[in-house]
């Protein structure tokens, strides 16, 4: 059984830096992507960042230029570092893994989530 552990959520200001760590525990995982997702209250959930497991990462134009994320294929972690952070960016992030389970089989895990909270 595949689960993801996120850390790093807290309550800061406008303008301060965050950094958001997840990692996946099982055996002999093969990850294809890992990304962060968030939802804020009453807002669907929308993804923030993606990277392959060659390193090619995604964003939202919301949080380009502001936020980078990483990965760590051996420890089978990925990392959202959130500089510059704005109210809008209140939400609870989630993070994902897609894993590549059988040669033609993919399955998507998602962690509990994590509160990042900012203040104006």
């Known amino acids: 059984q595949v689960q993801l552990v996120e850390s790093g959520g807290d309550l800061v200001q406008a303008g301060d830096s965050l950094r958001l760590s997840c990692a996946a525990s099982g055996s002999s995982l093969r990850i294809n992507v890992m990304g962060w997702y968030r939802q804020a209250p009453g807002k669907q959930r929308e993804l923030v960042a993606s990277?392959?497991?060659?390193?090619?990462?995604n964003y939202a134009d919301s949080v380009k230029g502001r936020f980078t994320i990483s990965r760590d294929n051996a420890k089978n972690t990925v990392a959202l570092q959130m500089n510059s952070l704005k109210p809008e960016d209140t939400a609870v992030y989630y993070c994902?893994?897609?894993?590549?389970?059988?040669?033609?089989?993919?399955?998507?895990?998602w962690g509990q989530g994590t509160q990042v909270t900012v203040s104006s």
């Open positions: 994902n893994a897609v894993i590549q389970e059988t040669l033609i089989i993919t399955r998507t895990y």
């Open positions: 990277i392959t497991r060659g390193s090619i990462s």
